[in-house]
């Protein structure tokens, strides 16, 4: 396994592998890996040639006031972990190689990014788009995985590559999560003792409004349910939103449809937790 900083070496690195008729499979990641990014990872390396994992904290993803600096850092441990999958290359860029000075190029993902997590991270999803527009010029991966707990992320990034034309495959995993349902994700390790116990009241809202909308009840009122279940939950410091909403439009459902998405995101004490799940 190779490790690599200078985005005009993977740039190299990528163009021969695509000589060759290798495929690219690339896991973007903000580090502190967790069984979710091992998932990812592990699926990547079986489906494709090579492998490509990135770890960069992304400072333009992360809103005045957010969490950039105390986000979780541990890139020795994330060097074993990702040594024992077997991949072959770890693209480990710092901040000025990716964002020099005078840097002044943004893409932005319309309408999709102004809503449900949008609307409480102005200028997220932009950043989120700019850093995964350059990875995608400089790693050029065949597929690219990401998790379903993020996603409206991985909506976007489809609308992306369709719209820019990147000819790359988004593929979206399953969230993984603890015994007790909740979704593994890097800022659970905020979260106290309590608040982890009280942090399964997210997974148990989502599970009764998928009971109630397979016995045919109204998306509205199964919001409606599932923000009383929150709102029980003494912890739950503040809910930005939850409830029923469109899997593609990511508007609110007021109405019965084939498919919804069940999304929530609340802030348990000072963390900020999302989780979904898709019904058909
Ligand atoms: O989901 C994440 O960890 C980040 O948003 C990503 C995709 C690595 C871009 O910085």
Redesign the pocket.
């Known amino acids: 396994m190779e490790i690599i900083r200078i985005p005009s070496i993977m740039r190299e690195i990528a163009k021969d592998l695509i000589i060759k008729g290798k495929s690219i499979g690339f896991v973007?990641?903000?580090g502190a890996l967790h069984e979710g990014h091992l998932s990812l990872i592990k699926r990547a390396r079986d489906e494709n040639d090579y492998t490509v994992v990135?770890i960069?904290?992304?400072p333009t993803?992360f809103v005045q006031g957010e969490d950039y600096d105390r986000y979780p850092r541990d890139v020795e441990g994330d060097k074993e972990k990702i040594e024992k999958i077997g991949i072959d290359y770890i693209f480990l860029p710092d901040v000025t190689s990716l964002y020099p000075h005078g840097y002044s190029t943004y893409v932005t993902v319309e309408s999709l990014s102004d809503k449900l997590c949008g609307k409480f991270r102005p200028g997220h999803f932009r950043?989120?788009a700019t850093?995964?527009c350059k990875?995608f010029n400089i790693i050029k991966p065949t597929r690219a995985y990401?998790?379903q707990k993020?996603y409206q992320?991985a909506l976007i990034?489809k609308r992306m590559v369709e719209d820019l034309n990147f000819g790359i495959e988004i593929i979206i995993c399953p969230t993984i999560r603890e015994n007790d349902g909740l979704a593994i994700s890097?800022r659970n390790l905020y979260l106290s003792d309590e608040e982890r116990k009280a942090s399964i009241i997210i997974y148990q809202a989502l599970k009764k409004g998928e009971q109630l909308l397979k016995e045919g009840v109204n998306p509205s009122e199964v919001s409606l349910k599932m923000k009383e279940i929150l709102e029980n939950e003494p912890l739950v410091s503040e809910i930005q939103y939850t409830g029923v909403f469109d899997p593609f439009r990511l508007d609110e459902l007021r109405e019965k449809q084939d498919k919804y998405l069940l999304a929530i995101a609340v802030k348990i004490g000072d963390t900020r937790l999302i989780d979904n799940i898709i019904i058909e």
């Open positions: 973007p990641t903000m990135s960069f904290v992304n993803q950043g989120v850093i995964l990875f990401f998790g993020d992320q990034v890097s």
